[in-house]
């Protein structure tokens, strides 16, 4: 059996810097260490990367981003209510984030906090990045107007993040578990769609 | 009328500390940068700061923390019921952090996901903070149960934090009104205990 092609030069400078920046965000991604780490030549990053640590960075944080819509996928299915969408996503970031050594962040969020006054590009990734996973997440909301559809799905990514905050201080996933609890509750409590596979009378809006 | 005395050269090495922890976290949190926005004598650092950077991040961590009672207390006040409080909370944060340039995050936020791995006093520091803050919001809450109230309480500081994570990146305050917005309407389709001046009926805790 042949072994599956081991990662270029490029994608390796790319996975080594978005696992630092998760570890300690950008005062802990030093282009030295991201080049030692990915075990890449030296040369190599200003050739793949002319545009240096921004651009290395903004490519990391795409990638980090990329791998969102299959958890919204995996726990947003058609079988399972919004509310326990919600829950079984906190739940599964909080096991994950202890299995994994309970020191790994949100690239982006990390980024997001260590901008700097000239740092555009990077600002506009991290917001893109958020902007599209609200928008992943806002077609699967129980409410029939847009903008509470909206307005909820950046709660959800706000948790999350915040989730990242508070869990890394702790070394524990339980501000995940905490946060998926009551994003849970607020969803049961304020939807005003029939749930798919319950009753089929609609309940009045909550306000 | 005799001026208020201008501060120490050691708060005002704490102060710029915090200040460029809250604009770009320890990414742009040097030493050097440190001591001229200060103003303080170059020799002033490790005379005060014998610990160097670790000690000066820390007070200053405390510092910024200690800022956080006086606005629970300006909002959890005893006429208004908690659901109203917590979004006055967060609609005055996105107000104050666009008036003062819409890049302003949390200093315990940006240190918490900047955290490198031998830095226990800096996590012990942010952990503090985070369960202080917690901690001064659980009794305010509308629920009989501790636990519940705990955990919300946890949920509203997550909610604080990730809202400064995604307004950073939109460089829009509008992630903290709508995460005020779901943390009213949860505690008041959540709450157990009659609203201090509405009615006496004790609702049923929903689950």
Same mark, same amino acid.
């Given at each position: 059996?042949?072994?599956?092609?081991?990662?270029?030069?490029?994608?390796?400078?790319?996975?080594?810097?978005?696992?630092?920046?998760?570890?300690?965000?950008?005062?802990?991604?030093?282009?030295?260490?991201?080049?030692?780490?990915?075990?890449?030549?030296?040369?190599?990053?200003?050739?793949?990367?002319?545009?240096?640590?921004?651009?290395?960075?903004?490519?990391?944080?795409?990638?980090?981003?990329?791998?969102?819509?299959?958890?919204?996928?995996?726990?947003?299915?058609?079988?399972?209510?919004?509310?326990?969408?919600?829950?079984?996503? *906190?739940?599964?970031?909080?096991?994950?984030?202890?299995?994994?050594?309970?020191?790994?962040?949100?690239?982006?969020?990390?980024?997001?906090?260590?901008?700097?006054?000239?740092?555009?590009?990077?600002?506009?990734?991290?917001?893109?990045?958020?902007?599209?996973?609200?928008?992943?997440?806002?077609?699967?909301?129980?409410?029939?107007?847009?903008?509470?559809?909206?307005?909820?799905?950046?709660?959800?990514?706000?948790?999350?993040?915040?989730? *990242?905050?508070?869990?890394?201080?702790?070394?524990?996933?339980?501000?995940?578990?905490?946060?998926?609890?009551?994003?849970?509750?607020?969803?049961?409590?304020?939807?005003?769609?029939?749930?798919?596979?319950?009753?089929?009378?609609?309940?009045?809006?909550?306000?």
């Amino acid at each position: 059996m042949a072994d599956s092609p081991s990662p270029s030069p490029r994608d390796r400078l790319i996975a080594a810097t978005e696992a630092m920046l998760r570890e300690s965000g950008m005062a802990g991604t030093g282009i030295k260490d991201v080049v030692a780490r990915s075990g890449a030549p030296i040369g190599s990053l200003y050739h793949y990367f002319p545009n240096g640590k921004t651009q290395l960075v903004t490519e990391s944080l795409e990638r980090h981003a990329a791998k969102f819509p299959a958890l919204v996928e995996r726990f947003f299915d058609e079988k399972r209510p919004p509310a326990a969408a919600v829950r079984a996503l *906190f739940d599964n970031a909080a096991d994950v984030f202890e299995e994994i050594g309970a020191d790994k962040g949100c690239a982006v969020g990390a980024v997001s906090l260590d901008l700097g006054a000239n740092d555009t590009v990077l600002q506009s990734a991290c917001h893109a990045a958020f902007r599209d996973w609200a928008g992943l997440i806002e077609p699967r909301l129980p409410f029939s107007d847009r903008e509470t559809r909206r307005s909820c799905s950046v709660m959800i990514i706000v948790a999350l993040e915040g989730a *990242f905050v508070l869990s890394r201080a702790a070394k524990s996933g339980d501000p995940f578990r905490d946060a998926g609890r009551w994003l849970s509750r607020m969803l049961a409590a304020s939807s005003d769609t029939p749930p798919r596979r319950a009753r089929k009378s609609k309940p009045r809006t909550k306000r």
